[in-house]
């Protein structure tokens, strides 16, 4: 069974950093495109990032997407934080392509809070 872990979200003040983490199960992450995803309330859900073998796109400022292979995890690393990055985080994974589009994406994780806050 496919599954998608997302870790490392929390509450954090402005300026800060953290690195979201997704762990996969099942299936090997670096042979699909990964892509990092936030959706805030009332808001649509908004890829910031994206990783495959042709490498990492990142389609926000302040977001970087890497991963480690040997542990089959991608991270999101955000720096800077403001309180509009507040929302939910996923990742999600779909075929060789990168695509900024949720729908495009065929498995998800079930998210990390990250909440940007004084």
């Known amino acids: 069974q496919l599954q998608l872990v997302e870790s490392g979200g929390g509450l954090v003040q402005p300026g800060g950093s953290l690195r979201l983490s997704c762990t996969g199960s099942g299936f090997t992450l670096h042979n699909y495109a990964i892509g990092w995803f936030r959706q805030a309330p009332g808001q649509e859900r908004e890829g910031v990032s994206c990783?495959?073998?042709g490498g990492a796109i990142n389609y926000a400022g302040r977001f970087t997407v890497s991963r480690d292979k040997a542990k089959n995890t991608v991270y999101l690393q955000i720096n800077s934080l403001k309180p509009e990055d507040t929302a939910v985080y996923f990742c999600?994974?779909?075929?060789?392509?990168?695509?900024?589009?949720?729908?495009?994406?065929?498995?998800w994780g079930q998210g990390t809070q990250v909440t940007v806050s004084s």
């Open positions: 999600a994974a779909r075929g060789n392509y990168c695509s900024r589009y949720a729908y495009d994406y065929n498995y």
């Open positions: 990783i495959n073998d």
